[in-house]
């Protein structure tokens, strides 16, 4: 059985070693990270299976416009390798954002692909005259809008918004220090 839970402390280092895993090394070095660095998570979930080992993880980071009008920004979602295919990755999308709808959230975007995320109501063409803090991959760009027309209504270049890291504030990884989650 797998019960997705909110994030703990303890679920860290599990949670960096799966996104190396999945993602590689360079991961950091992807324009999302831009949005994520010195800040804490709006949401983030962990899925744990019956010996309570950590085999998947979800965030949502916030964002905001030039105007600061604001959204919020998926990733990373990761799964096992040994847990694949068995809808993990679907029921983790479901819970944050099913979460952020709750919280009263307009909208989320990300980048990635169309064939996977399209099921959870994402779609191109929403994020038009919205870019990102480098490189962009403008046909991976996705949006989902819980409020009719938010994402039309971000314009210009995102930038990372919600609470700092008081990790990074201080100038120590936030791998060191415990997770605070921000609801």
Not at 16 to 42: C, I, M, N, V, W
Not at 44 to 65: F, I, M, Q
Not at 104 to 119: F, N, P, Q, T
Request: glycine residues 12%; hydrophobic residues 45%; charged residues 20%.
């Amino acid at each position: 059985m797998i019960n997705i839970v909110d994030e703990a402390p303890a679920h860290v280092g599990a949670r960096e070693a799966l996104l190396d895993l999945s993602f590689g090394f360079d991961r950091h070095q992807k324009t999302s990270e831009r949005l994520r660095e010195g800040r804490l998570p709006a949401f983030a979930y962990s899925a744990l299976d019956e010996d309570d080992a950590l085999v998947g993880t979800v965030r949502l980071w916030p964002v905001a416009d030039t105007a600061g009008q604001g959204s919020l920004m998926l990733g990373p979602l990761a799964v096992a390798k040994t847990c694949q295919g068995q809808r993990i990755g679907d029921r983790l999308m479901r819970h944050v954002l099913t979460q952020a709808a709750l919280a009263g959230h307009g909208s989320v975007l990300l980048v990635g692909d169309l064939a996977y995320y399209e099921r959870f109501g994402f779609a191109r063409g929403l994020l038009d005259s919205v870019v990102l803090p480098g490189p962009l991959e403008r046909e991976r760009f996705l949006g989902l809008e819980f409020a009719s027309g938010h994402l039309g209504r971000l314009s210009g270049c995102l930038t990372a918004a919600g609470q700092i890291d008081p990790a990074a504030a201080l100038g120590v990884p936030s791998v060191d220090l415990p997770y605070h989650k921000v609801a």
